[in-house]
C-alpha cells in the first residue's frame, strides 16, 4: 500500500513538472515573431514604440528616422558608366530606339558607341515585354539601357526601373510639383517613393549583382533626366532644376519651338533656351540638348538620332562614293 503511494506521489509529481515546463516553453509563433503584438490584444504600437526601437514617441511619419538596412556599403562606387560619365564632366550621347522591337536591332544600336539607348515610349506604341526582352538581350552592351517614358507616372517609371532603365527621360515637366513627381517614382526611399516590388532589374543577369546589391545602390547610380518644353516649364525652370535627384534637366529644341511658337534662331526662341541653360547652371545640374547642340556652351548630354537614321549614315559612311549609284533602267518601277 504504502508503494502504490510513493508511485502515485511521484506520478503527479512528474505531471506537474511536465505541465509547468510545457508553459514556460514559448509557442512556435512567439518564437518565430518575438516582437509581434499579442493575438487578438491591442498592441499600443501606435503610441509606444517597442524595447529597443531607434524611433520613441507617438508614430509621426515627419519626424521618422529612416533606418540603415538599405544603405550602400561603406567605399561603394558607381557602376553606372553614365552616371560616372556625367559626375566626371564628361559629354554623354544617347542613340534612339524610335521604333525597333525585335533585340538585334537594339543590342546594334547599345554597341554602336553611345552612352545610354533612349528607348522612346512617349511617341510610339511599343508595350514594355517588348522593352524588357530588348534590354535583357544584352545588358552589358556598350550603352546602358534607358527611356524616355510617356509621361509622369508611378506605373511607367516603375515599370521602366523594373525592367532595368538605368537613364528615364521624363518629358513635359511643367512645374516644381511635377519634377519631385517625377523624382519621387524614380528613387527609392528615403529619397523618393518607388516601390519595391522586383522585376529583372534585380536577377543577377541584369542588376542583381553589382556591388553593394542592386536595391542598396541604385539610388546612387541613376540618371534622372526632366525634360522642359513648354511655358509653363519655363516659368518654373530655376525650381524644377533644383529639385534633389534630378541629374539633368533637358531643353527641348523641337517643343519649345512648338510651344513658344518661334523657329530655332530667332530671339524669342533662343531666349527659351537659354532659360533652361540658366537654371541648369544655377542648380549645378547638367544641362541636355539634341546632338545638334554637341558645341553649344555648356550642354553636355544629347539625344542621337534614331535606329532607321543611324543605319542610314552607316551604310553612307561604308560606302563612300559608291553610295546611291544604281544603275537606271529606262523603263519599269525602278526607271523612277
Known amino acids: 500500500m504504502k508503494n502504490a503511494i510513493l508511485v502515485t506521489a511521484a506520478c503527479i509529481g512528474l505531471g506537474i513538472a ?8 514559448p509557442t512556435p509563433a512567439t518564437s518565430q515573431f518575438p516582437l509581434a503584438a499579442p493575438a487578438g490584444t491591442d498592441s499600443g504600437a501606435a503610441t509606444h514604440p517597442p524595447a ?56 546594334a544600336m547599345a554597341n554602336a558607341g553611345y552612352d545610354f539607348i533612349w528607348t522612346e515610349m512617349q511617341h510610339n506604341d511599343r508595350d514594355w515585354e517588348a522593352v524588357a526582352r530588348m534590354w535583357r538581350t544584352c545588358p552589358n552592351a556598350k550603352a546602358v539601357p534607358g527611356v524616355r517614358v510617356a509621361y509622369t507616372d508611378e506605373r511607367e517609371i516603375q515599370h521602366a526601373l523594373d525592367a532595368g532603365a538605368l537613364v528615364i527621360v521624363v518629358p513635359t515637366i511643367d512645374s516644381k510639383a511635377e519634377a519631385i513627381d517625377a523624382r519621387n517614382w524614380t528613387y527609392f526611399p528615403p529619397l523618393g517613393r518607388r516601390s519595391n516590388g522586383g522585376g529583372q532589374a534585380f536577377d543577377p543577369a541584369m542588376w542583381g549583382g553589382v556591388p553593394g546589391g542592386y536595391r542598396s545602390t541604385i539610388n546612387d547610380n541613376i540618371v534622372l533626366i526632366e525634360m522642359i518644353e513648354t511655358l ?74 534614331s535606329e532607321v537614321a543611324a543605319i542610314a549614315r552607316g551604310v553612307a559612311a561604308e560606302l563612300g562614293p559608291l553610295a546611291n549609284t544604281q544603275a537606271k533602267p529606262e523603263v519599269g518601277p525602278f526607271a523612277k
Open 232 to 305: 509653363d516649364g519655363l516659368k518654373d525652370a530655376d525650381e524644377i532644376a533644383k529639385v534633389p535627384g534630378v541629374t539633368a534637366v533637358f531643353a527641348a529644341s523641337g517643343d519649345l519651338g512648338n510651344f513658344s511658337g518661334f523657329a530655332q534662331g530667332t530671339p524669342d526662341y533662343e531666349r527659351a533656351i537659354n532659360i533652361v541653360h540658366d537654371s541648369a547652371i544655377k542648380a549645378g545640374k547638367r544641362l541636355c540638348g539634341p546632338i545638334a547642340w554637341r558645341d553649344r556652351p555648356d550642354f553636355t548630354c544629347f539625344q542621337a538620332g
Open 18 to 25: 511536465a505541465f509547468a515546463a510545457q508553459q514556460s516553453q
Open 52 to 107: 529597443g526601437a531607434v524611433n520613441q514617441g507617438p508614430f509621426d511619419p515627419a519626424k521618422w528616422k529612416y533606418g540603415t538596412a538599405f544603405n550602400p556599403p561603406q567605399g561603394s562606387k558607381i557602376w553606372n558608366p553614365v552616371k560616372l560619365k556625367m559626375m566626371r564632366g564628361g559629354k554623354v550621347t544617347g542613340g534612339t530606339v524610335f521604333s525597333a522591337t525585335d533585340p538585334a536591332t537594339y543590342c
